[in-house]
């Protein structure tokens, strides 16, 4: 007996546009509406189907059995105009040859190499800091976990004009919109307007420090990423412009998720003392004062389950995009050649039939020992597949390390009681930052626990529609 194939539901759309205006702007109370129909739903954007799926199986037939049958998404081709054909961005086997071509870069030994150099530049990034100061944590993140990417990856000490790639980054990150990998939005953006020249100019400013980088990295012996990619220049195949695109894509990628998953974490380090003095606990047993290195990592483990818990709530890589080269089937439902396949991790990381009460803080969900077992694609915050974040463990040893350094020292009071906005572009960033007042917390913490009977442990993160 065969079972039929099946179209599936669709969510009801109104106009020539269908979706297009939510998924450019209100995606999560979209996508959440959608997984509410079904595990696959099509969706519209002018007249090209969307299928978003919510199931974990069907997130692992998409993202490893079947992956041959799917290439990166189109919205995520538009970020092509900076990255080029970087690791993120390529496909087949030129893709292949590359990441194997890095993949030794991201090696656990390779990395734990790096822990000194993220210490020590949180450590001279805190310097700045004083007690009672106001600063958007976000921007201070951002700046910081682009020097170490910067150092550790290419060798290269940026900190004398971080700020100004930062500025440079931040306009491009902010002009970008899912509108642009529309065939239309393509057309527009050639044009000679205002916001395009601008674009051009932030560019250049990036382009022109990623050349410096790979100049440096010709002249200086090293053993890092980009070295990796130089050597493999001599034995043919790589050409500058591949170099520059592959040292691009690390740069923006390498720092912009690691210092947004820091950021959600004291935002809700801040929201719930209680998981705070649990961690600072943990960091006063594990290091009693000194600096962490790679070995404690492994020791962090409450460290781990927050950073876990907060990539849970707030995953900085939101959402994947793929598009199907050939027929398919998915859980039962038909999946036509050419269209677009969308996965959420906003959404399958709050999804009630797998998370218990999603929109509480919870680190525990994440003790080893205790938490229950989970279908594999209900919590992937690096994706999965063949298509995995080559950085993962790179993003871990930076988090878990950055974490402990700022948490030991300093305690991040948030400056409004009004809930920080998510703003899903291409990473999921807190909408005009993080505005805290940093407070020094040593002495007081080591002689007295914060009072945390009065404080509500069952608060509720924000979700769209949910306030
Ligand atoms: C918390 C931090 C991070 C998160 C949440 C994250 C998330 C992700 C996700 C979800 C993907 C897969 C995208 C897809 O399937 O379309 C990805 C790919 C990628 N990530 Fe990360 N990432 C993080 C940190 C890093 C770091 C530190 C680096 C480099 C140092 C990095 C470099 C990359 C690259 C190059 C790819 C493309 C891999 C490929 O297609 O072969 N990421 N990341």
Redesign the pocket.
């Known amino acids: 007996m065969t079972t039929q194939v099946q179209i599936p539901p669709s969510l009801p759309s109104n106009g020539l546009a269908g979706h297009l205006l939510q998924l450019t702007y209100e995606p999560f109370p979209l996508f959440r509406r959608a997984a509410e129909v079904g595990d696959v739903v099509t969706l519209r954007a002018l007249n090209r189907k969307i299928y978003f799926i919510s199931h974990p199986d069907r997130i692992k037939h998409v993202l490893v059995t079947n992956q041959k049958n799917y290439q ?1 998404g189109r919205a ?1 081709q538009a970020t092509q105009q900076v990255v080029g054909q970087g ?2 961005t390529s496909e087949g086997d030129f ?1 292949r040859m590359h ?1 194997h071509l890095m993949q030794p870069a991201f090696h656990r030994r390779q990395i734990a190499g790096y822990a000194d150099t993220m210490v020590r530049f949180t450590e001279a990034h805190l310097h700045r800091w004083h007690s009672g100061q106001q600063l958007d944590l976000h921007r201070e993140m951002m700046e910081l976990t682009m020097n170490i ?1 910067a150092e550790t ?1 290419f060798g290269a000490d940026i900190t004398a004009r971080s700020k100004e790639l930062n500025h440079a980054l931040n306009h491009l990150m902010e002009d970008f919109s899912f509108f642009d990998a529309t065939p239309l939005g393509r057309v527009l953006r050639k044009l000679p307007t205002v916001r395009n020249l601008r674009r051009k100019h932030w560019l250049k400013t990036l382009d022109t420090a990623i050349y410096d980088f790979i100049k440096k990295g010709q002249i200086e012996e090293r053993n890092n990423l980009l070295s990796m990619l130089l050597a493999a220049d001599e034995g043919a195949s790589l050409t500058l412009e591949q170099i520059r695109d592959e040292v691009m ?2 740069f923006i ?2 720092h912009e ?2 210092a947004n ?1 820091i950021v959600w974490t004291f935002y809700l380090l801040a929201q719930h003392p209680e998981v705070e003095a649990k961690l600072w606990d943990e960091l006063e047993q594990v290091l009693s004062g000194r600096l962490p290195t790679a070995e404690d990592t492994g020791r962090l483990k409450y460290t781990r389950m927050v950073l876990s818990e907060a ?1 849970r709530l707030y ?3 939101w959402a ?1 995009g793929r598009n199907a080269i050939e027929d398919d089937e998915v859980g039962g439902y038909s999946i036509p050649a050419g269209s677009t396949v969308v996965i959420s991790q906003w959404v399958m990381h709050r999804h009630p039939t797998y998370w218990p009460d999603p929109l509480t803080f919870k680190p525990e969900r994440f003790d080893p020992e205790t938490a229950p077992r989970r279908p594999r694609y209900t919590y992937f ?3 999965g597949g063949g ?6 463990a ?2 871990w040893m ?2 878990i390390l950055l974490i402990a350094v700022l948490a030991q020292r300093f305690k991040f009071e948030l400056t409004s009681t009004e809930p920080v906005l998510p703003q899903p572009g291409i990473t999921l960033r807190p909408k005009n930052g993080l505005p805290v007042i940093i407070r020094e917390r040593q002495a007081a913490y080591r002689t007295s626990k914060p009072d945390i009977a009065s404080v509500p442990t069952e608060r509720k993160c924000f979700e769209f529609g949910q306030v």
């Open positions: 990166k995520l690791l993120l893709h990441r990417a990856l894509t690390l990628a390498g998720t690691t998953a990539m995953p900085p890589a994947v915050p690096f994706g298509r995995a974040c080559i950085g993962e790179f993003a930076e988090g």
